[in-house]
């Protein structure tokens, strides 16, 4: 066991390391539920098998000890050296290759039904929506709002809230379902979302939008063009840069992309049954759906809601919209 132990968590590592070196792909998710299931049966196998063994090997070698003591006193001997508490604590310690599996199968078990079925972290990695979350900000995402998930698979197991206009979401990114993006839900399954001329519009109707002051940006040292935007029963703040092109360039041939229209003004989505359409807040620094195209429902991850830290500023910690 020791030997076979050695190999799984080599393994493990061996896989962690590729990842860090980007040589492979790697899947935290399949990962965490990989050691969840390994610690899991070696937890079992400590308590339905190595316990009770270690167990019986202890309680053999104490009623040994008595009976020696006992065969010794009937002699008259009543000086008995030697003490088998030593030998017995041993006896019942867990070996190391137990403790790296089946001890910590428990706090495994917590961080991915947490992870999995509650709350998962992120970082955001990119200006992209910016003025709501900037570079650093450590997110929190609710696994649940949406409807619980089987981790990996991706089906869905219980009924939930419908995705609404304005939503923060982290999803798989189409092209690359290892990876996660978060944007905001612009268009839902049958919408017509129009972007001319930096103006958002809604099936026919435009998203109300109100001058805001400027928008500083540490990290270039710069101000930004900032408007406040009502998006369906959402109210929040987005960037525009006057000087960008209103024009898509660049858009890939993605699925359902014949239901898009591009123009030097802008573009136009029908949005298909079960995709959804989405964009960043930093309008014109963001590559979302205008870019590669819809997101399906089996795609989206869960509901950003709450800045837990930025440890360059911790004034960002709070909820946003």
């Known amino acids: 066991m020791p030997l076979l132990t050695s190999l799984i968590l080599a393994c493990f590592a061996g896989y962690g390391t590729a990842w860090y070196m980007d040589f492979v ?31 019986a090997a202890a309680q053999m070698l104490q009623t040994q000890d008595a009976q020696r003591r006992a065969e010794l006193a009937a002699k008259g001997i009543t000086q008995v050296d030697g003490d088998v508490t030593a030998a017995r604590e041993k006896l019942l310690a867990q070996p190391w290759w137990l403790d790296w599996t089946a001890g910590l199968f428990p706090v495994i078990l917590i961080v991915f039904a947490l992870r999995s079925f509650v709350f998962e972290p992120f970082k955001i990695p990119s200006s992209s929506m910016e003025p709501t ?16 998930k089987l981790p990996v698979l991706g089906t869905r197991i219980t009924g939930g809230n419908s995705l609404q206009r304005g939503d923060v979401v982290v999803f798989r990114f189409p092209p690359k379902p290892s990876e996660n993006y978060i944007k905001r839900v612009v268009g ?31 990290s270039t040292m710069g101000y930004s063009k900032q408007l406040d935007e009502q998006l369906g029963p959402v109210r929040h703040r987005v960037l525009v840069n006057d000087s960008h092109p209103a024009m898509v360039t660049g858009a890939d041939q993605f699925q359902y992309r014949d239901q898009c229209t591009y123009s030097a003004e802008g573009f136009v989505c029908k949005v298909p049954p079960g995709r959804y359409f989405m964009m960043g807040d930093n309008r ?37 919209n």
């Open 188 to 218: 839902l399954p049958g919408d017509e979302v129009r972007y001319l001329n930096k103006q958002l519009t809604i099936n026919g109707q435009p998203m109300p939008q109100v001058q805001a002051s400027d928008f500083f940006n540490a």
């Open 133 to 148: 979350l900037l570079v650093g900000d450590l997110i929190l995402v609710n696994k649940f709002t949406y409807g619980l």
């Open 284 to 320: 014109d620094n963001s590559l979302d759906s205008r870019y590669w195209g819809f997101v399906p429902d089996a795609n989206i991850v869960g509901r950003a809601f709450f800045v837990w830290m930025n440890f360059s500023d911790v004034k960002r910690i709070g909820s946003f």
């Open 25 to 55: 792909d790697g899947n935290f998710e399949l990962l965490l539920l990989a050691a969840t299931v390994v610690t899991g049966l070696y937890w079992l196998a400590e308590r339905l098998f190595f316990l009770p063994c270690r167990r």
